[in-house]
């Protein structure tokens, strides 16, 4: 059973930075893919990035391009996203997420953590 813990949300002022990660357990990760979305009241869960966990492809959505990274520590299993010059339509529920298929971890992944709270103020 994969297993996906997050941490790192918080209050952070505009303009401000933080960095989320994601412990992942419960399997060999060495095949699968991870990614990160959020959901923000009221509004549709939203892709944020994406990464393999060979790191040889990444990919961030359009709408954070420029200022979130996506990165991964295999030796500690974990996937972090790197948030810089946070806004306020950035305050939502991120969610670390997982799948052994690329195509599905970017869309409707298989497995999920519990989500990590982010608050951007003005």
């Known amino acids: 059973q994969v297993q996906l813990a997050e941490s790192g949300g918080g209050l952070v002022q505009a303009g401000g930075s933080l960095r989320l990660s994601c412990t992942a357990s419960?399997?060999?990760?060495?095949?699968?893919?991870m990614a990160w979305f959020r959901q923000a009241p009221e509004k549709e869960r939203e892709f944020v990035a994406a990464?393999?966990?060979?790191?040889?492809?990444?990919y961030h959505a359009d709408s954070v391009k420029g200022r979130f990274t996506i990165s991964l520590d295999n030796a500690k299993i974990t996937v972090y996203l790197q948030m810089n010059n946070l806004k306020p339509e950035d305050t939502a529920v991120y969610y670390c997420?997982?799948?052994?298929?690329?195509?599905?971890?970017?869309?409707?992944?298989?497995?999920w953590g519990q989500g990590t709270q982010v608050t951007v103020s003005s």
């Open positions: 990464i393999s966990w060979t790191a040889g492809t990444i």
């Open positions: 419960g399997r060999t990760f060495s095949s699968y893919a």
């Open positions: 997420a997982a799948d052994l298929m690329w195509r599905r971890v970017t869309r409707n992944p298989t497995y």
